[in-house]
T-cell receptor, first 112, second 112 residues
């Protein structure tokens, strides 16, 4: 069954702590994206990767880091440098131009 | 720079009536796609409709249809016979050269 697995669904972070959100796909697509969504707002691009071992900063990359060591996986680390990380995070996988965009179920991150 | 603008932060419609959500975009690419995505309170992203830029015919999916005006760079979504389940955030998305550009969203309220 093809799809995206995003985890955890809920995550709590203490001050000064790094946390990592997982995004795994078995769709065999190259392009993967991480978005942040604040309440009542649209999606803002954090990082994206169009090929293994390569990724690009999006509009709000500061305080975040990613890796793309294999095609199936694109984890996002929210570092302690991100001062306001409480938000909803969505991972997306994107096929060729015009193909359907596949989304994970999202992760809620809260700072405690 | 490529942009997508949704000028209506919120719209409301009576159940069974028709509503139109506006979207304008800007791109210098000749080959691109446009999408409308729906995000209900569950936060799951659901594809509503897709339009290829090279097709003049407006896309239609059951009660959902678009008015695609390529020269004007306009891509509005019409929802006919509105139902309570249509209540959600609606996002207009431009898919151009492997870049996904998101509008800020329109919150649609359905009045029973």
């Amino acid at each position: 069954d093809g799809g995206i697995t995003q985890s955890p669904k809920y995550l709590f972070r203490k001050e000064g702590q790094n946390v990592t959100l997982s995004c795994e796909q078995n769709l065999n697509h190259d392009a993967m994206y991480w978005y942040r969504q604040d309440p009542g707002q649209g999606l803002r691009l954090i990082y994206y990767s169009q090929i293994v071992n390569d990724f690009q900063k999006g509009d709000i990359a500061e305080g975040y880091s990613v890796s793309r060591e294999k095609k199936e996986s694109f984890p996002l680390t929210v570092t302690s440098a991100q001062k306001n990380p409480t938000a909803f995070y969505l991972c997306a996988v994107f096929g060729d131009l015009g193909n359907t965009i596949y989304f994970g179920e999202g992760s809620w991150l809260t700072v405690v | 720079a490529q942009t997508v603008t949704q000028s209506q932060p919120e719209m409301s419609v009576q159940e069974a009536e028709t509503v139109t959500l506006s979207c304008t975009y800007d791109t210098s690419e000749s080959d691109y796609y446009l999408f409308w995505y729906k995000q209900p309170p569950s936060r799951q992203m659901i594809l509503v409709i897709r339009q290829e830029a090279y097709k003049q015919q407006n896309a239609t999916e059951n009660r959902f249809s678009v008015n695609f005006q390529k020269a004007a760079k306009s891509f509005s979504l019409k929802i006919s016979d509105s139902q309570l389940g249509d209540a959600a955030m609606y996002f207009c998305v431009l898919d151009s050269n492997y870049q996904l550009i998101w509008g800020a969203g329109t919150k649609l309220i359905i009045k029973p």
